[in-house]
């Protein structure tokens, strides 16, 4: 058996070992704002919740290890005392991941992982609306473990208002954990679906993708593509040049007809299969073949 003193070896491979073994873990999709009132969204699975009477949660947003600097969460909770927590299903998880991006200070999360904000009630941060179940939450107090990269920062979060989206109910008000989808972080890249396994989400940890935001309106808009499909899309750091796009077109698939012939969601549908198969390239390829 391998045995580790964790003083003996470095902060970030402790750190996968720390993860890799205690998981499954619940997500807190976090959403605060800093204050001039800028949104921001991110998630963490340092996160569970901890007492029910008061109703307290904690999430440890850490500094990070490569260069010991804090993240915006914890500091927009440090100043505001506020934060909600919105759970993550299976049907947003891309758009979750796409949020995980280090966006520089004052880009709006929500818009870049297309995702809608939805106004709070005792809280001044917005709520995710796809995310089915949304607490908010005032700070009641923020325990910092250490000023080395790596050391946490304890946000307990007291729920003062609970939001439950009815359709993952049964029919005497509990939540159905099947509807409900829930999903789960592992280590490196695997995350768990309550209700079907392990799968992998590349995280976007060295890329800067462009976001749902950014999306031409006939993508962002699809009748066919889903929230999903569309955060692999704008996780995305460069478009396929229009040659890449030509020869793809001309020597990878088949079309059924012309380009003139062929609707738009048809061209969504095919783009979708790429996107099933994680090929993200393709599927942009396909996307704009017809311009």
């Known amino acids: 058996m391998l045995t580790i003193n964790p003083k003996e070896i ?49 999430v440890s947003p850490n500094r990070r290890v490569r260069n010991n600097t804090t993240k915006h969460t914890y500091e927009n909770a440090k100043a505001t005392k506020e934060m909600v927590i919105n759970v993550v299903n299976y049907d947003i998880v891309q758009q979750m991941s796409l949020a995980s991006t280090e966006y520089p200070e004052g880009v709006n999360e929500f818009e870049k992982a297309g995702l809608t904000m939805l106004k709070s009630e005792e809280v001044k941060p917005f709520r995710v609306a796809e995310s089915p179940v949304q607490f ?28 439950v989206n009815e359709d993952i109910l049964t029919s005497d ?72 796009i030509e020869d793809f077109i001309n020597s990878e698939i088949k079309l059924n007809g012309t380009l003139e012939e062929i609707t738009e969601d048809e061209l969504h549908r095919l783009s979708q299969k790429f996107l099933n198969n994680n090929d993200v390239l393709s599927a942009w390829k396909v996307l704009l073949a017809k311009k």
Not at 12 to 34: E, K, N
Not at 42 to 50: D, I, R
Not at 139 to 154: A, Q, T, Y
Not at 155 to 161: A, G, H, M, P, S
């Open 10 to 58: 470095p902060t970030a491979q402790l750190h996968g070992y720390m993860l890799g073994a205690v998981a499954p873990r619940p997500i807190a999709f976090a959403s605060t704002i800093d204050e001039e009132g800028r949104p921001n969204l991110s998630p963490f699975s340092f996160f569970n919740v901890f007492s029910s009477n008061p109703p307290v949660m904690i």
């Open 136 to 163: 908010e939450c005032k700070v009641r107090e923020i325990i910092e473990l250490g000023d080395e990269g790596g050391s946490g920062n304890l946000i307990l979060c007291e729920v003062v208002k609970v939001h």
């Open 173 to 244: 008000g509990k939540i159905d954990q099947y509807k409900i989808d829930l999903v789960s972080r592992l280590g490196g890249n695997w995350y768990g679906r309550s209700r079907e396994g392990l799968f992998e989400v590349p995280k976007p940890l060295s890329t800067m993708g462009i976001g749902v935001d950014q999306l031409p309106d006939h993508i962002r808009l699809s009748k066919v593509l889903t929230g999903n499909d569309l955060g692999k899309l704008g996780n995305i750091e460069a478009l396929p040049t229009a040659n890449e």
